[in-house]
C-alpha cells in the first residue's frame, strides 16, 4: 500500500481514467478498472470489502426496481409504435406555421419522453419516422437533426427519467419530489426549443417553409377523432397512471413503474401488438439495458468509494468552497466541472461520482437539494450533445437513412444552438427558482 495525500490520490484516478477512456475501452470497466488499481495502490486489499457493502446496497434499494420497470414500459411502447401514430395525428394538425412541424418533433419528444424515460428509443423514432418527414418538407438539415436530437435527449430529465431515480437515492432526495421538480424545467427546455424554432423560421422562412395549400390534407372530423382516440389516449393514460399517482402521493415511484408497466403491456395489446416475441424482446432489451445500467452503477460506486475514502472529497470541497465570488462563484466551478465531464462521462458516472460530493457543498450554500439537482441534470444534459462522447449523436447516426444526405457537418452545427439553449433554460431557472422548487412543495406526499 502506498502513503499518499488526497490531492495525488485524485490526480492518479482521475488521470487514470482519462488514459482509460483514451483506449476505447467501455466507460464502466474503466472507472471499475481505475476504482480497484487505485483502491488497492492507496487502501489496500480491505478496499474489497467496502467495494461489498456499497453493491450490496445497490441490490437491496427499493426504489432501483424503478429501473427495470421504467425501462419495461418504455420496450413495450416502442413495440405498440405508439410514438409513430402519435406523430402521423399531430402531423395533420402542424398547418402553414412556418417551422411547425420541428415544433411538431419537439412536442412529440416531450410525449415520448414521457412514455419512454430514456433517449434512445426517442431518438431512433424521430430519426427514423420525423426527420425524414422535415427533409421532405424542405427543412434545413442542420435545423432538423438538431431539433430531433435535442428533443429526444427530452427523455433524460422530463419523467419517468431512469437518470433522477438512480439521482434520488445518490442524493438522498425523494425520487417522487425529483419527478415533479423536472416537470416545469423540463417544459420550459422544450418551450424555449419552440420559441427559437419559430423565430429562426420566422427570420428565414427557407429553414423551415411551411407546409404547402396542396399537402394539407384535408380530414373529417370523425377521422380526426378515431386518430386522437388511438394514439392521444393511450399517452393520456399511460401519464395518468404513472405521473399523476407519484404526484398526489397514491403510489411510490417503484409502484407506478409497475402500473406503468401493466398499463404499456395493455396499451400493446389494444394495438394487437402483444404475442411471445414481442414479450420476449421487450424482456431481453429489458434485462441488456439494466444490466449495463446497474454494471455502470456498481462502478462508479466503487470510484466513489475510494475517491472518498481517502479524503479527496474533503479537499474537492474545501477547493468549491474557497471559489472567489461568494457562494455563486462555488455554484458555478461545479456546474463547469459537471459540463466538462459530460464530454467524457456517460450521465450515470457523473451522477454516482460528482452528486456525493456535490451535494453537500450546496447543502452548505444554501441552496435548495430539488433545485440543486435540477440544475445538475439539465447540466448532464448538455453531455448528450457535445462531443467526443455525445451520446445522442451516436444514437442519431445509426438511426438516420443515409439517403437523407445528413453529414457529420450538418450534426455538429445543428446541435450547438441547443446547446446553448439549455444553458439558457439553467439561466432561468438561476433567475427564477420557483420554476423548479413550487411544484414539488404542493405535493401531497
Keep these: 500500500m502506498i502513503e499518499a495525500g488526497p490531492e495525488a490520490v ?45 453493491a450490496y446496497g445497490v441490490l437491496v434499494a427499493y426504489v432501483l426496481l424503478a429501473v427495470p420497470l421504467f425501462l419495461f414500459m418504455g420496450t413495450m411502447v416502442q413495440q405498440a409504435r405508439i410514438g409513430e401514430k402519435l406523430f402521423n395525428f399531430a402531423y395533420l394538425l402542424s398547418g402553414g406555421i412556418r417551422g411547425g412541424l ?16 430514456i433517449i434512445s428509443g426517442s431518438i431512433a423514432m424521430l430519426a427514423i419516422v ?17 431539433t430531433v436530437m435535442a428533443s429526444g435527449c427530452l427523455g433524460i430529465f422530463i419523467p419517468p427519467s431512469v437518470l433522477l431515480v438512480v439521482y434520488g437515492p445518490v442524493a438522498n432526495i425523494s425520487v417522487g419530489k425529483l419527478f415533479t421538480g423536472a416537470f416545469m424545467p423540463g417544459f420550459l427546455l422544450a418551450a424555449v426549443y419552440i420559441t427559437y424554432i419559430l423565430i429562426r423560421c420566422f427570420i428565414n422562412p427557407r429553414l423551415g417553409p411551411p407546409m404547402r395549400a396542396e399537402e394539407r390534407v384535408a380530414v373529417s372530423l370523425s377521422t380526426k377523432i378515431r386518430m386522437f382516440t388511438t394514439s392521444a389516449m393511450p399517452v393520456l393514460a399511460l401519464i395518468m397512471a404513472v405521473l399523476v399517482a407519484i404526484y398526489t ?10 402500473l406503468g408497466a401493466l398499463v404499456s403491456m395493455l396499451i400493446a395489446l389494444s394495438y394487437r401488438q402483444l404475442n411471445y416475441k414481442v414479450l420476449r424482446d421487450a424482456l431481453r432489451q429489458t434485462f ?3 444490466g449495463m445500467i446497474m454494471f455502470t452503477v456498481f462502478a ?12 479527496c472529497g474533503d479537499m474537492f470541497k474545501d477547493a468549491i468552497l474557497a471559489a472567489p465570488f461568494g457562494k455563486w462563484g462555488s455554484f458555478a466551478a461545479m456546474m463547469i466541472i459537471i459540463f466538462i465531464l459530460g464530454f467524457f462521462l456517460v450521465d450515470l458516472a457523473i451522477v454516482l461520482i460528482m452528486v456525493p460530493l456535490i451535494t453537500p457543498i450546496g447543502a452548505a450554500l444554501g441552496f435548495d437539494p430539488i433545485w440543486m439537482a435540477m440544475m445538475v441534470c439539465l447540466n448532464i444534459q448538455t453531455g448528450y450533445l457535445t462531443p467526443p462522447f455525445a451520446q445522442a449523436i ?23 444552438p441547443f446547446v446553448c439553449l439549455i444553458v439558457i433554460t439553467m439561466a432561468l431557472c438561476i433567475a427564477f427558482p420557483q420554476i423548479i422548487t413550487w411544484l414539488p412543495s404542493t405535493m401531497l406526499r
Aim: hydrophobic letters at 60%.
Design 130 to 146: 420525423a426527420l425524414p418527414t422535415l427533409i421532405e418538407h424542405g427543412y434545413d438539415k442542420e435545423l432538423a437533426s438538431g
Design 394 to 416: 451516436f444514437f442519431f447516426r445509426g438511426s438516420v437513412n443515409p439517403a437523407l444526405g445528413i453529414t457529420s457537418g450538418h450534426v455538429m452545427r445543428g446541435i450547438i
Design 249 to 258: 402521493g397514491i403510489a411510490t415511484p417503484t409502484e407506478a413503474a409497475a
Design 300 to 311: 462508479a460506486l466503487m470510484f466513489q468509494t475510494v475517491f472518498l475514502g481517502l479524503g
Design 10 to 54: 485524485a490526480i492518479v484516478m482521475f488521470g487514470m481514467l482519462l488514459l482509460g477512456m483514451a483506449t476505447g475501452f467501455p466507460i464502466a470497466w474503466v472507472i471499475g478498472g481505475v476504482a480497484i488499481i487505485s483502491g488497492v495502490l492507496f487502501w489496500g486489499p480491505e478496499v474489497f470489502a467496502a467495494f461489498y457493502q456499497q
Design 102 to 117: 420541428a415544433v411538431l418533433v419537439v412536442l412529440v419528444g416531450v410525449v415520448l419522453s414521457v412514455c419512454l424515460g
Design 288 to 290: 441488456g439495458v439494466t
